[in-house]
């Protein structure tokens, strides 16, 4: 059973540029999660989607948007890219409900490099 | 959201128990108190969570204090494996946002 798998693994871009990473869930969940790690300190939650539509927020710009299909998979965009963003991002997935929701399974991660 | 304070780091010999603490003073009533460890160039990943009662699992121990202003995450023997970031998190709802801090990070020495 394959966990969480993102894609790519690193990246680099310009900034101002725009960027698509791209997430799978584990196998059963229905809820996924984006986070944006800095160097150094702990990852920070950026939205949540389920059943296609986004769920909760954190304090992010508009600059960051998602996107989540009928497979559960999901896509987090960032436009106008800023070297502040660069950083690992980390997709997690979990269950809506039952008896299992409170687990978050996280993946590798997208290490982003803003030049 | 209720704020959780940890030490920025702590060290263990292998093969002794470690206790890693977290305050909690505003917890509300219903926050759980979750647990994931970040290992290097890992995704963090589930450790352990509680409401009120102490919790046992196969990775570790979870022992919450009775006013719930203070829980321990307590490793039985530690391994150089569990060398990671230790962070405590609450959240409201099951499965909703971690707010993650900056963690404990766990150093294990032979």
């Known amino acids: 059973d394959a966990g969480v798998t993102q894609s790519p693994t690193h990246l680099i871009k310009t900034r101002g540029q725009q960027v698509t990473l791209r997430c799978s869930p584990k196998?059963?969940?229905?809820?996924v999660s984006w986070y944006q790690q800095a160097l150094g300190q702990g990852p920070q939650f950026i939205f949540q989607?389920?059943?296609?539509?986004?769920?909760q927020r954190g304090n992010f710009p508009d600059r960051f948007s998602g996107h989540q299909f009928p497979n559960y998979s999901s896509e987090l965009n960032v436009n106008a890219l800023l070297l502040g963003d660069s950083a690992l991002y980390l997709c997690?997935?979990?269950?809506?409900?039952?008896?299992?929701?409170?687990?978050?399974?996280f993946g590798p991660g997208t290490r982003l490099t803003v030049t | 959201d209720a704020k959780t304070t940890q030490p920025n780091s702590m060290e263990s010999n292998e093969e002794e128990p470690v206790h890693l603490p977290c305050n909690h003073s505003?917890?509300?009533?219903?926050?759980?108190i979750h647990w994931y460890r970040q290992l290097p160039s890992q995704g963090p990943e589930y450790v352990i969570h509680?409401?009120?009662s102490n919790v046992n699992n196969r990775m570790a121990s979870l022992a919450i204090a009775e006013d719930r202003k203070s829980s321990t995450l307590i490793l039985h023997r530690a391994t150089l494996r569990d060398a990671a970031v230790y962070y405590c998190?609450?959240?409201?709802?099951?499965?909703?946002?971690?707010?993650f801090g900056k963690g404990t990070s766990l150093l294990v020495t032979p």
């Open positions: 997690a997935s979990s269950l809506a409900a039952g008896a299992f929701s409170y687990e978050q399974y």
């Open positions: 505003t917890i509300s009533g219903t926050d759980y």
């Open positions: 998190i609450l959240s409201m709802h099951s499965g909703y946002a971690l707010n």
């Open positions: 989607y389920y059943e296609e539509e986004e769920r």
């Open positions: 196998s059963g969940h229905d809820t």
């Open positions: 509680g409401l009120t």
